[in-house]
C-alpha cells in the first residue's frame, strides 16, 4: 500500500496569511508515460463529508476559489491557501489514486489564529 | 446533479453484518462513467476506503477488509449495497459512498452515516 503522510497535523493562521499542507507519498504517484500526478485533496468541514478541491495535483476542482493552490509532484505535494479565510477552517486531506488500495493522508487541521 | 444519500442502521452488535445502502440520485447507476464507492471514517479519525464496483459488476476492495465485505449493485432500485461482516468496535465510524468516473478521485459524496458497533 501507498502511505501518505501529512504535515504539520495542525495548524492556525491568521486571517488574510498563507496556509501550506505538505503531504508525501511513500512512493511515487507519478507516471512518466503521461507526465501526471495521481494526488487528489479535499476539505472536510466540521460535521462534512469531504469535498473535492483539487485533482492530478494541481488542477482545481470547478467552483473552487483560487486562492486555494496545488503543486508538487513524484511524492512531494503541496495543497497551498493564499489568504486564509474563516470559511476555510476544516480538515484537509491528500489522496493518492497511482494504485489499489486508494489510501489518504491524516488530515491537517486548520484553525484561525 | 448526481446525488448519494446513505442509509442503515445506526446501531450493530458485534459479530453481525453490518449492512448499508447508498442511493443514487440524479444519474443511473448502470451509467458507464461512474464507480461506485465506499468510504468509512471511524469519529475523530482519517478516511479509509473500503472498496469500488461498477455496475458491471467489477469490483476492487481493501485488501485490508476483502475477507468481510461484499458490495453490490441493484439498478431495479438505482442503489449500491455494502456488507461488511463480523464487525467489532473497530468498524465504529461514519460510512460515506462517493462516486469516481474514469480516474479515482471522488465527487460527489453522500453525507454518510454514523454506524456503531455495540452490545
Known amino acids: 500500500d501507498i502511505v501518505m503522510t501529512q504535515s504539520p497535523d495542525s495548524l492556525a493562521v491568521s486571517l488574510g496569511e498563507r496556509a501550506t499542507i505538505n503531504c508525501k507519498s511513500s512512493q511515487s504517484v507519478s507516471y512518466s508515460s503521461n507526465n501526471k500526478n495521481y494526488l487528489a485533496w479535499y476539505q472536510q468541514k466540521p460535521g462534512q463529508s469531504p469535498k473535492l478541491l483539487i485533482y492530478?495535483?494541481?488542477t482545481r476542482e470547478s467552483g473552487v476559489p483560487d486562492r486555494f493552490s496545488g503543486s508538487g509532484s513524484g511524492t512531494d505535494f503541496t495543497l497551498t491557501i493564499s489568504s486564509l479565510q474563516a470559511e476555510d477552517v476544516a480538515v484537509y486531506y491528500c489522496q493518492q489514486y497511482y494504485n489499489v488500495p486508494l489510501t489518504f493522508g491524516g488530515g491537517t487541521k486548520v484553525e484561525i489564529k | 446533479q448526481l446525488q448519494l444519500q446513505e442509509s442503515g442502521p445506526g446501531l450493530v452488535k458485534p459479530s453481525e453484518t453490518l449492512s448499508l445502502t447508498c442511493i443514487v440520485s440524479g444519474g443511473s447507476i448502470s451509467s458507464n462513467t461512474h464507480h461506485w464507492n465506499w468510504i468509512r471514517q471511524p469519529p475523530g479519525k482519517g478516511l479509509e476506503w473500503i472498496g469500488s464496483?461498477?455496475?458491471?459488476?467489477?469490483?476492487y476492495y481493501n485488501p485490508s477488509l476483502k475477507s468481510r465485505v461484499t458490495m453490490s449493485v441493484d439498478t431495479s432500485k438505482n442503489q449500491v449495497v455494502l456488507n461488511l461482516s463480523s464487525v467489532t468496535a473497530a468498524d465504529t465510524a461514519v460510512y460515506y459512498c462517493?462516486?469516481?468516473?474514469?480516474?479515482?478521485?471522488?465527487?460527489?459524496w453522500g453525507p454518510g452515516t454514523l454506524v456503531t458497533v455495540s452490545s
Open positions: 462517493a462516486s469516481h468516473q474514469w480516474e479515482w478521485w471522488f465527487d460527489p
Open positions: 492530478w495535483a494541481s
Open positions: 464496483i461498477y455496475y458491471s459488476g467489477s469490483m
